[in-house]
């Protein structure tokens, strides 16, 4: 009960809206076995997976879904993935796009062709669309239920601080005396928790490490624009922190260049 609770108060606080007229909430029944929280959704009146990424700020489209939706490119723009590689990409509106009952009008989003989403078909909602509504998570019976209006909160919710910038949502992480700034809560993120390597805040953390305790290893990671195979990355443990105002003990961290810091889907489901 305890991580189904957080992650309702995550949800409640992290993805604020105004409050409107309307009080309905809607809910869909979801699945993570692809390492990300696929649920049902439609692109112009096509039903269509959806995969929920608060770590993008906009949409993403493949090229099966503007083959399968009807859906007209317009113009381009450049886009810096998770990587921090830089490419141009072609944009298109999607004329309406729907969760449950809501619906979105003339909804712009990237067209790319990411493996994951080409060979699923699926379409990769971002930011601009996910902070129209308020979320909230049960990883226990895999239910997500969405609503204009807030959630009401619980004495056993935890409120987390944060910010937007564009249209994701960051917060921060405490380990003894060292406060990270600016970590990505990403659902759109396997992972446990990932770190720059370069940055000063790492440094310091890795310096308060001992050596035997920081283990060489290497990883893949794919972006929008880039995969990269085989990159160098620094992992260990830290004893304990801090995040959304919940203590975690046993943290594990993989550190490696060109990348953000953020926290990922496995540590909302455990937490």
Request: glycine share 8%.
């Amino acid at each position: 009960m305890k991580k189904t609770l957080f992650l309702i108060a995550f949800a409640f606080f992290i993805f604020k809206n105004g409050y409107t007229q309307e009080n309905q909430i809607d809910s869909l029944s979801f699945s993570t076995e692809k390492g990300l929280v696929i649920f049902e959704g439609y692109l112009n009146d096509v039903k269509t997976s959806f995969a929920f990424d608060t770590g993008a700020g906009m949409g993403v489209l493949n090229s099966k879904n503007v083959s399968d939706s009807g859906i007209k490119r317009k113009g381009s723009t450049k886009i810096n993935d998770s990587q921090k590689n830089l490419a141009k990409l072609d944009l298109a509106r999607i004329n309406n796009l729907k969760i449950g009952s809501y619906n979105f009008q003339n909804i712009t989003s990237v067209i790319a062709d990411m493996p994951f989403l080409y060979c699923n078909a699926a379409y990769l909602l971002g930011g601009d669309v996910i902070n129209k509504l308020n979320w909230k998570f049960n990883f226990q019976n895999n239910k997500v239920y969405f609503s204009k209006n807030p959630f009401v909160p619980q004495e056993s919710m935890c409120e987390m601080p944060f910010k937007i910038v564009g249209n994701r949502h960051f917060s921060m992480l405490a380990f003894q005396d060292e406060i990270i700034d600016n970590v990505l809560i990403d659902f759109g993120f396997a992972g446990n928790c990932t770190m720059d390597l370069k940055s000063k805040s790492t440094q310091e953390i890795l310096s308060k490490i001992l050596p035997e305790n920081i283990y060489a290893s290497k990883s893949s990671s794919m972006g929008l624009n880039s995969m990269s195979v085989g990159k160098t990355t620094s992992s260990f443990f830290l004893d304990s922190v801090i995040f959304g105002g919940v203590a975690v003990n046993n943290f594990k961290v993989n550190a490696m260049n060109d990348t953000h810091n953020k926290i990922g889907l496995s540590f909302l489901k455990k937490h």
